[in-house]
Structures are given as structure tokens and as C-alpha cells.
């Protein structure tokens, strides 16, 4: 079946650089998008960016030269990296796969998310 | 970016009652729109998507709905397992943005 899972540390100090691993099972990263997105406090979701199954990746402008994302699909894993850490990038990082259903785009399986906390 | 205004924040409601959530889009995103529920504790899940469409295994007291540039989600007859926040997501512009979340509580 679809899995997801995200890992990486849990606690980060500031202006240090965050590295989390999506390990998907399941499904072949050539043929699925998988993106990121962070929650924080339990609420707000924020689209981070994607890779495309293509290996094409995409990103929010508000993470601009500080996020990046890559993949090896040999190993069905999917790479985060944030630098330059602030106290407002703690949250919930999800992984999640979208594909399009009759040309509509959707997420259809969530990883169960991994907490990061920077410190102040 | 594309806001998502979504209404109303929180909303205390009974078993069995009607519920409406909605979503204004700043801009027309056509039927790029989906819904997704929240429980304690656990991932986002969809529910519907291309604005109307119910997605496998979600229940038909689930609805969606489109006039324009406003979306809505309705559960027709509230149950114990549909307490969570849901969110809206437009996928037509990157970046993807989400409504600000409903949380649904019991009275």
C-alpha cells in the first residue's frame, strides 16, 4: 500500500539548516509529484514546493534560496533542506503525493508529518 | 499568491446538525479547488476535489459546491468522527495555497 514517511531531527538551532528524508513506499517516484508542506501550531497549512515525477522541482516564493528539494529515486526518498532556520520555521513538516484525478489536481496520501521546533 | 479566505474559523455545532464551511478565492481558480479533513492528532485527509468531486471512501453526507470564485463543503448530518479542522487548497496557481482552517467542536 501508499506510504509516506518523514524523518529528520527534531530540534534545530537557529541559522542552522533543516534536513528531513520522505520515504515513500508503494508507488514509483517517476510517476507521482510528491510535495511539502508545513503546518504551524497545529493550524495554518503552507505549500513549500514539489518535485515533479519528472524530477522537476518547484517552489513558494517565500522560501526563495533557502529551500531545496531533491530525490533519489533508487531509494524512494525524497530530500528537504531549509537554511538559515528562524524560531518561525518550527512545525509540523508533512510530505504528501498529488497526482491529477480527470485533470484535477489533488493530494491523495499524507506521510504523518514530523515535528521540528527552533529553538529561541 | 491566491488567498483563500475561509469562513468560519471555528463553529460549534450537534450531532446530526448541517454544516457549511466556505472558501473565497481571491482570483478565478476554476474547479482547482479540494477539501480536506483534519482529526486530532493525525494528517490532513481529502475529501473532495475539483471542487464537487467526492473522493474514494469519503462519505456521501460530504458535499462540495462551486459559484465563481466561492467554494463550499457541507456535511449533511454531523457525526462524532467528522470533529477536526478542514481546510481548502487551491492547486490552480503555484504556490498552492490553503484556507486559514475551520475547526468544527460539539456544543
Known amino acids: 500500500q501508499v506510504q509516506l514517511k518523514e524523518s529528520g531531527p527534531g530540534l534545530v538551532q537557529p541559522s542552522q539548516t533543516l534536513s528531513l528524508t520522505c520515504t515513500v513506499s508503494?508507488?514509483?517516484?517517476?510517476?507521482?509529484?510528491v510535495h511539502w508542506v508545513r503546518q504551524h501550531s497545529g493550524r495554518s497549512l503552507e505549500w513549500m514546493g514539489r518535485v515533479w515525477s519528472d524530477g522537476v522541482t518547484s517552489f513558494n516564493s517565500a522560501f526563495t534560496s533557502r529551500l531545496s528539494i531533491t530525490r533519489d529515486t533508487s531509494k524512494s526518498q525524497i530530500f528537504l533542506k531549509l537554511n538559515s532556520l528562524q524560531t518561525e520555521d518550527t512545525g509540523t513538516y508533512y510530505c504528501a503525493r498529488s497526482y491529477l484525478s480527470h485533470g484535477l489536481p489533488l493530494f491523495d496520501y499524507w506521510g504523518q508529518g514530523v515535528l521540528v521546533t527552533v529553538p529561541s | 499568491d491566491i488567498q483563500m479566505t475561509q469562513s468560519p474559523a471555528s463553529l460549534s455545532t450537534s450531532l446530526e446538525e448541517i454544516v457549511t464551511i466556505t472558501c473565497q478565492a481571491s482570483?478565478?481558480?476554476?474547479?482547482?479547488l479540494s477539501w480536506y479533513q483534519q482529526r486530532p492528532g493525525k494528517s490532513p485527509q481529502l475529501l473532495i476535489y475539483g471542487a464537487t468531486s467526492l473522493a474514494d471512501g469519503v462519505p456521501s453526507r460530504f458535499s462540495g459546491s462551486r459559484s465563481g470564485t466561492q467554494f463550499s463543503l457541507k456535511i449533511s448530518r454531523l457525526q462524532v468522527e467528522d470533529i477536526g479542522i478542514y481546510y481548502c487548497?487551491?492547486?490552480?496557481?503555484?504556490?498552492?495555497?490553503f484556507g486559514g482552517g475551520t475547526k468544527l467542536e460539539l456544543k
Open positions: 482570483q478565478d481558480i476554476g474547479n482547482w
Open positions: 487548497l487551491q492547486a490552480w496557481r503555484t504556490p498552492w495555497t
Open positions: 508503494g508507488f514509483s517516484l517517476t510517476s507521482y509529484s
